[in-house]
């Protein structure tokens, strides 16, 4: 079972800038494409970064140019930097870690990015 932690979430004005981390648990970690998800209070969850383990990179269109993926595979990490926040990145921010079949898709406990205006 891979545990993944995210950290970094809080209160942020619009403008600012956070950065959320996310720890896996497992070396596995090396082999799995990254994401960030979010969810909106009432809205589904959506796909916001991902990174392959070869790093290519995929973006939704509301956060390109602002908002940087990156992952340390030493470190069993993944990053996002998000820059230019914006009332409407309000969320509850999740990391996932796929692999594919048969691995399940694991999830963090997500946490909570609120920004103010």
């Known amino acids: 079972q891979v545990q993944l932690v995210e950290s970094g979430g809080g209160l942020v004005q619009v403008g600012g800038s956070l950065k959320l981390s996310c720890l896996a648990s497992?070396?596995?970690?090396?082999?799995?494409?990254m994401g960030w998800y979010r969810q909106a209070p009432g809205q589904q969850r959506e796909l916001v970064a991902s990174?392959?383990?070869?790093?290519?990179?995929n973006y939704a269109d509301s956060v390109k140019g602002r908002f940087t993926i990156s992952r340390d595979n030493a470190k069993k990490t993944v990053y996002l930097q998000m820059n230019g926040l914006k009332s409407e990145d309000t969320a509850v921010y999740y990391c996932?870690?796929?692999?594919?079949?048969?691995?399940?898709?694991?999830w963090g406990q997500g946490t909570q990015v609120p920004v103010s205006s």
């Open positions: 497992e070396s596995i970690f090396t082999i799995s494409t």
């Open positions: 990174i392959t383990s070869a790093g290519t990179l």
């Open positions: 996932n870690l796929h692999i594919g079949w048969p691995r399940p898709d694991y």
